[in-house]
């Protein structure tokens, strides 16, 4: 049952982001970099920025705004290649308004999920209101990775590249990033497709093709979907890995308005420079593209909120539903086993134990079972597969799951955040925070009660 918990864990793109301390603007920064030979004993590019060890091959295949679904499956998705759509998202309300003052006036008083920009992981996530982020993020190092609320969709341009054939019905997640800058990701890929588009700042992007993988030292964890590596992308270590000088690499360099395609399972690195926001499509396709519903197609403009994505999240939800997994697949995983699936089945008890791995919370099997089985007759058909609709399946994975942040209003101080990354035992930290913000949670419904037995005591 270990090859089906990428099916079950899918987590969210990689969030692997470092602070850099090399750039924080991008007025004196040259990309790709002048590459210098070693004058000494010492191999090319040793100890200095990713990408300093040889030169690029190439520049990413360029297109003007977008291109028709049918030619961006054929050409790019079907045989992974990257892409940039120049101005593929220009005509974004956000690429216009989203100033700060502007974003915390106009939806302060949505959640988002943060992280610190330290290197160490796991990470300790807080939830917040954007605006209480907006108030700390360049004095704290914070930065945004969550999903755009729905609120915020009507302003960012769609792709017309997803608006027709399965792409369409095949969306998973809308991701928001923003932070102040200086940022760099560690070397990585991720499970999902990806189309990242830039709405305010800089980023340059090293791109690595797959058959490079074996150079890279790269870790994938047994559940994940995605890999990353250890190697310092800001002072890479030629002496412990000489083989990066083999890895051939293509660039690019985003600014306001422009897109990347970034396919799944694709090694990329990435630098940000000043403040810094943008979104990425998260979309899946199986292996195969049905574009019968693409007769006619025009471009059109439309915006994501005229797009059905699965996972999302609006003010008021308890839980910010990102990385929570592909439930299409998952789906299909049912219909190829309806033969035979109960409560009972080894099937299902594979899928349980898969979940329960990795979440000490899980809900119990007769719970998640009563999520699938709406007769209540102790087995599925395929009909009954079939008929599952979208909130129970959500329903499922939210119970099976663990969220990827916290549920309510979560903040740590810098002092303790840094304790824990110092004593190197995060894990610990995120325990007894959680347990800190149960306390106060219980603390509050107590307090809630007795003022409404006074307000009764008073009627």
Same mark, same amino acid.
């Given at each position: ?8 864990? %899918?987590? !969210? ?79 974004? !309300? ?20 943060? &992280? ?7 990470? @300790? ?9 907006? &108030?700390?993020? &360049? ?12 609120? $915020? ?7 017309? =590249? ?34 990242? =588009? ?7 992007? @090293? ?30 270590? $030629? ?19 422009? =897109?990347?395609?970034?396919? +799944? ?13 943008? *979104?990425? *499509? !998260?979309?899946?396709? /199986?292996? %195969?593209?049905?574009?019968?519903? =693409?007769? +006619? ?5 439309? *915006? ?15 839980? %910010? ?17 309806? %033969? ?7 099937f299902f008890e594979n899928i349980y134990e898969s979940f329960a ?17 709406? /007769? ?18 959500? *329903? ?34 995120? !325990? ?28």
């Amino acid at each position: 049952m270990a090859e089906m918990s990428q099916y079950f864990r %899918v987590p !969210l793109i990689c969030v692997f982001v470092v602070f850099s301390a090399f750039y924080k603007s991008s007025d004196s920064v040259q990309f790709p970099p002048v590459v210098v030979d070693s004058t000494g004993a010492e191999p090319r590019g040793h100890l200095r920025p990713f990408g300093h060890q040889r030169e690029p091959d190439a520049k990413i295949v360029e297109y003007e705004r977008g291109i028709h679904p049918k030619d961006f499956w054929e050409n790019h998705v079907s045989k992974s290649r990257p892409l940039v759509f120049r101005g593929g998202a220009i005509g974004s !309300l956000g690429v216009k308004l989203w100033s700060d003052e502007y974003l915390n006036r106009t939806y302060g008083d949505l959640d988002v999920i943060i &992280e610190r920009k330290v290197e160490r992981r796991p990470q @300790i996530k807080m939830r917040m209101t954007f605006s209480k982020f907006l &108030e700390n993020y &360049e004095e704290r190092s914070w930065y945004v990775v969550s999903l755009l609320p729905d609120e $915020m969709r009507h302003e960012v341009e769609a792709q017309q =590249c997803l608006m027709c054939g399965n792409f369409q019905k095949n969306l998973q997640e809308l991701n928001f990033w923003m932070s102040s800058g200086g940022t760099a990701s560690i070397i990585h890929f991720d499970a999902d497709h990806n189309i990242h =588009c830039l709405l305010a700042g800089r980023k340059d992007f @090293i791109m690595i093709d797959p058959v490079y993988n074996e150079y890279l030292n790269l870790y994938k964890p047994e559940e994940a979907g995605s890999a990353y590596t250890s190697i310092n992308v800001d002072a890479v270590d $030629m002496v412990k890995f000489p083989e990066i000088r083999k890895v051939q690499w293509t660039w690019t360099t985003l600014l306001p308005g422009d =897109c990347i395609f970034i396919p +799944g399972k694709y090694v990329h690195q990435v630098r940000s420079y000043g403040r810094s926001i943008s *979104t990425t *499509t !998260l979309f899946t396709t /199986h292996g %195969v593209y049905n574009d019968t519903d =693409c007769e +006619g197609f025009s471009p059109k403009y439309a *915006t994501m909120a005229d797009m059905d994505i699965f996972w999302t999240y609006h003010k008021g939800q308890k839980t %910010v539903d990102i990385g929570y997994g592909d439930v299409i697949l998952f789906r299909q995983e049912l219909l190829e086993r309806a %033969v035979g699936i109960s409560k009972h089945s080894e099937f299902f008890e594979n899928i349980y134990e898969s979940f329960a791995d990795g979440f000490d919370e899980i809900a119990s099997r007769d719970e998640l079972w009563n999520i699938l089985d709406k /007769h209540k007759r102790g087995f599925l058909t395929e009909k009954d597969i079939l008929d599952l609709d979208d909130e129970s399946l959500k *329903t499922f994975f939210r119970k099976a799951v663990p969220p990827a942040g916290p549920l309510q209003e979560f903040i740590i101080s810098d002092e303790i955040h840094e304790k824990y990354l110092q004593e190197n035992d995060v894990e610990s930290g995120i !325990l007894e925070l959680k347990e800190e913000a149960k306390k106060r949670e219980k603390s509050k419904l107590k307090m809630q009660t007795v003022s409404d037995d006074d307000s009764k005591d008073e009627l």
